[in-house]
């Protein structure tokens, strides 16, 4: 019997539930909320033991004891920003991820595997959050000193595909230059020099690429300009910049496939739209690589959009030049977590301390 781990994944409107014996996975769940669910809810934090029971009635059913566990890992939240890595949850970090400034679902992994890793009478960690920072100091200066450049993005799936295609090439990832572009909902595209995220976009507060359903970066005045209009709230104009912008707000939708299929129909504003899309990603690539000095070993796609053919194949034509592209599709965070919590149990790495 080897070491048997539970990773969770905690969604706006799912909780996704994985667990493996060793790196055998045993159970993969997404536990579905629907708006009227989630809605009773006054913040997100209020949803703790909903979400919890929930999780334990899945394992019940599938006549799992939790006490046969070995560690619990949880998706990291949006806490203070703080270098790569693996984390036991303490009472300093349970203290931070209900009291998050930015109010995410993500805030409920690390709760709610301290919650369970209590009950099984294990340990509960969180590994790579969003808020991962190791960007070089010359990264963080953004023109206005008021407004310093901080990263937020997918680090835990950043990080697993770059060590992931290091292994597989025979490279050492703490040695290698990498651009990794993670496609979801959010864009973000990293610079990984020998092991560091030294530069990277603030894929959720307006950086970089548009994205599904985020603005990324506005000419300034411009949105100025909007701010001061009387048209809209501060509350309307900061979900255009996370979640009611990019193709949603262009299109209507933040589906890619959606938007593939009225271009089949013939949709030319559409079209347009996208391959904007495309061209800034594409952007976004170059200036990665001008942090690395042009040294780059590899460009790989990964997220929900990599599995997008035309959009890879966009971004193939105006990147292949800086380094070969390879494409890594989807989201392995949960696979990820548990590589994470692995590495811990066996004693190959320390978990860090939250101070």
Not at 191 to 212: C, E, M, S, T, Y
């Amino acid at each position: 019997m080897g070491y048997k781990v539970l990773a969770i994944n905690p969604g706006s409107t799912s909780t996704k539930v994985a667990l493996y014996d060793e790196e055998r996975p045993l159970l993969d769940l997404t536990l579905r909320h629907s708006t009227e669910e989630i809605s009773r809810f006054a913040d997100v934090i209020d949803q703790l033991d909903w979400r919890r029971g929930l999780i334990l009635s899945a394992l019940r059913e599938q006549s799992f004891n939790i006490k046969e566990l070995s560690a619990v890992i949880g998706r990291g939240g949006l806490i203070r920003p703080i270098p790569a890595g693996v984390y036991e949850v303490n009472s300093r970090m349970r203290y931070d991820l209900r009291n998050a400034p930015m109010k995410h679902a993500c805030n409920l992994g690390g709760l709610l595997a301290a919650q369970i890793a209590h009950m099984a009478g294990v340990k509960a960690y969180i590994a790579d959050p969003p808020v991962v920072d190791e960007m070089d100091d010359v990264a963080r200066i953004s023109g206005m000193p008021m407004c310093p450049r901080k990263p937020i993005f997918h680090a835990l799936n950043q990080k697993a595909i770059a060590r992931l295609h290091c292994g597989r090439a025979g490279w050492t990832y703490e040695e290698s230059n990498l651009i990794v572009a993670h496609m979801g909902g959010g864009i973000s595209v990293a610079a990984h020099k020998q092991g560091r995220i030294v530069d990277v976009n603030n894929a959720l507060d307006g950086d970089g690429p548009f994205a599904p359903d985020r603005a990324g970066s506005i000419p300034s005045s411009e949105l100025i300009k909007v701010c001061f209009s009387g048209q809209y709230t501060k509350e309307e104009l900061l979900k255009f910049i996370s979640s009611k912008g990019g193709l949603v707000a262009y299109l209507g939708t933040n589906s890619v496939i959606q938007v593939m299929e009225r271009i089949a129909e013939g949709d030319q504003r559409a079209k347009k739209v996208l391959e904007s899309m495309c061209y800034n990603i594409s952007k976004q690539i170059g200036a990665a690589a001008a942090a690395l000095s042009g040294k780059v070993q590899a460009i790989l796609l990964t997220g929900g959009i990599a599995y997008n053919e035309p959009v890879v194949a966009y971004i193939r034509e105006h990147c292949g030049f800086i380094a070969p592209v390879e494409v890594y599709p989807g989201e392995n965070e949960l696979e990820a977590l548990v590589i994470n919590a692995l590495v811990v149990l066996r004693g190959t790495v320390t978990p860090k301390v939250y101070k």
